[in-house]
């Protein structure tokens, strides 16, 4: 296996070809090129659910869909995911009660 081909790296390809679409879809719809989007944490699309989901799929298509390591993988996936959609909820109710503040 070429190190290109090897899971991790793809899976850590996916996060990054995540990150970059948040600084493509700012630049299409707002019309800003705001490339230290490229480094920033929330937002869509989630890079830890691109990284998780890639990860997850890759193991499955190679140990098999019923495997243990499969299995992990889907638990670690579904946790990670599950995390990161509660915290931006969390987030995004904590800015609209700051704004809520300073606006008055």
């Known amino acids: 296996m070429s190190f290109w081909q090897n899971p ?8 990054l070809a995540a990150q970059a679409a948040k ?6 719809v707002r019309r800003r090129w705001r490339p230290m989007l490229f480094l920033a944490n929330g937002g869509m699309p989630s ?3 691109a990284t998780v989901t890639t990860l997850c799929l890759l193991v499955g298509f190679r140990s ?19 995390e990161a959609t509660g915290l931006r909820l969390e987030i995004g109710k904590q800015a609209q009660l700051l704004n809520q503040l300073l606006d008055g």
Do not use: W, Y
């Not at 600084?23 to 299409?28: I, K, R, S």
């Not at 869909?65 to 990670?80: K, Q, R």
């Open 8 to 15: 991790g790296v793809i899976a850590l390809g996916s996060g």
């Open 23 to 28: 600084v493509v879809v700012e630049l299409l």
């Open 47 to 49: 890079s830890h659910a």
């Open 64 to 82: 098999g869909f019923t495997s243990d390591m499969f299995s992990l993988a889907l638990v670690f996936g579904l946790f990670v995911v599950f």
